[in-house]
């Protein structure tokens, strides 16, 4: 397991990677900034500039929206960016795992890429539980920040393995087969996904972990896959 994540990080910066994580943070920001945009937009169409209230006098409505709407972007893109760019790179799952197998395991046939609409599903279902079990998380923060991190990396662990382990492997096997050997290997792939989980909590760095855990797992899958279940 070990040994997968460690070739997967020595791969991270291959220039098939750097060129998906490009497309995947361009994309974020295009959506980020259009949010902004047609937030400002809406302001400038429907909101007054300013109103004029009894004692207070003239309040500039616009700028005040406008700070707010910056703010809010900025806050949305922090906290947001790692599950958006997830779903972009979701997208682009196939040239990720291309990139693994024509390095590592140059003798397998092709395969046929997933459907569009399956990966776009799979990847937002994978955005929505992520954000779920994080804000079920988050209660549990509050009761016991002792046990804070712990609750982190056992939740997003648990999401992380069981959703990139089951992608990877149904480029390969169909869905029922992949979905038999995710469980064969349920306590192995989740603790894969804790070590996934690590670099996850660490800002700037937590946008390599979709790179990071779709190469880790093809190597997984592969070993996993090799040994029968």
């Known amino acids: 397991m070990f040994n997968d994540l460690a070739k997967a990080v020595r ?19 295009v959506l980020f900034g259009g949010a902004y945009f047609g937030l400002i937009w809406l302001a400038v ?23 707010v709407a910056f703010t809010g972007a900025l806050v949305m893109a922090v906290f947001l960016m ?6 972009f790179l979701g997208f682009f799952l196939e040239e990720i795992a291309d990139a693994v197998e024509g390095k590592h395991y140059p003798s397998l046939p092709k395969v046929q890429p ?11 279902r994978f955005l929505m539980v992520m954000i779920l079990a994080n ?3 988050l209660i549990i923060y509050f009761a016991s920040s002792l046990l804070a991190p712990v609750i982190f990396y056992i939740v997003n662990g648990f999401l992380l393995g069981r959703e990139y382990f089951q992608l990877v492997a149904m480029r390969r096997l ?10 064969a290997h349920r306590w192995e ?9 690590v670099p996850l909590s ?28």
């Open 11 to 29: 791969q991270l910066f291959d220039p098939k990677f750097m060129w998906v994580l490009i497309k995947a943070v361009g994309l974020s920001a």
């Open 45 to 67: 169409t429907v909101l007054p500039g300013s109103i004029t209230l009894p004692w207070l006098g003239e309040i500039p409505i616009g700028d005040w929206f406008s700070a």
């Open 82 to 87: 790692f599950p958006v760019a997830a779903v």
């Open 114 to 124: 997933l459907p569009f609409g399956q990966i776009m599903g799979e990847a937002l």
């Open 135 to 137: 804000l079920l998380a």
């Open 174 to 183: 169909g869905e029922r087969a992949a979905t038999k050997l995710r469980k």
């Open 189 to 197: 792939i989740w603790f894969a996904g804790i070590l996934m989980a």
């Open 202 to 229: 660490i800002p700037i760095i937590n946008i390599l972990v979709p790179l990071l855990g779709v190469a880790t797992f093809t190597h997984v899958f592969h070993r996993l896959n090799s040994e029968g279940y």
